[in-house]
């Protein structure tokens, strides 16, 4: 059981360049969102999906897609990487779309770069 | 709307000194509070939930918290650091009737002192 996996671990990118950031999750959690952490900012919702099918914006969307491409599996899209999206990102699930009090797992995170 | 606030970005304590740290929320609704811990170069986890069964919320690793309505406050305290519990500390709270957004705080580095 590997709870929430990400890859990759590390990116630098040029600004322009783009990439997609993997996570999957094994615990047949309904619910996945991205976040990205900045030092002082704490964790900002990227985008999140409530459950398969169904994506949904959060605090700070812009620059970013994201692909809820089955109920393990959520991805993270930069088209044209910015200096300003240099981060850690993470991955997290919970087990029910509605559940208020729901604990989140989180995965590793990814160190990305962007010249 | 929902937001947390917690004072101190960075706590120093001693080894076997008391932790406490600081957690203010804001909710219209009724709210439901988490602690979670980060350890370097790791995912967060949670070390404890308050869901309205009881005020006082024991977690993992000799943490607790209390929910005191009144101030408004979440704070977590451990009774002895350990050099284990060196981390950084995310309050979240997660209010809002009919969403999954939870808001986190942003955050308060813990260093214990040998």
């Known amino acids: 059981n590997a709870g929430v996996t990400q890859t990759p671990k590390f990116q630098v990118l040029k600004t322009g360049q783009s990439m997609t950031l993997q996570c999957a999750q094994d615990?047949?959690?309904?619910?996945m969102y991205w976040y990205r952490q900045d030092p002082g900012m704490g964790l900002r919702l990227i985008y999140y999906s409530a459950s398969e099918g169904t994506t949904d914006k959060g605090e700070v969307p812009n620059g970013y897609n994201v692909s809820r491409l089955n109920k393990r599996e959520f991805s993270l899209r930069l088209e044209s990487a910015a200096p300003s999206q240099t981060s850690v990102y993470f991955c997290a699930s919970s087990l029910s779309g509605t559940g208020r009090t729901d604990t989140q797992y989180f995965g590793p995170g990814t160190r990305l770069t962007v010249l | 709307a929902q937001s947390v606030t917690q004072l101190g970005s960075h706590v120093s304590v001693s080894e076997g000194a008391l932790v406490l740290l600081r957690c203010n929320y804001s909710?219209?609704?009724?709210?439901?509070l988490f602690w979670y811990v980060q350890y370097p170069n790791q995912g967060l986890q949670l070390l404890l939930k308050?869901?309205?069964?009881?005020?006082l919320v024991k977690g993992i690793n000799g943490f607790e918290a209390e929910f005191k309505k009144s101030e408004t406050s979440f704070h977590l305290t451990k009774p002895s650091a350990h050099m284990s519990d060196a981390a950084e500390y995310f309050c979240?709270?997660?209010?809002?009737?009919?969403?999954?957004?939870?808001?986190f705080g942003t955050g308060t580095r813990l260093k214990v002192l040998a």
């Open positions: 615990m047949n959690h309904n619910s």
């Open positions: 979240a709270v997660n209010g809002a009737s009919g969403t999954y957004k939870y808001i």
């Open positions: 909710s219209s609704v009724p709210p439901y």
């Open positions: 308050y869901t309205s069964a009881a005020t």
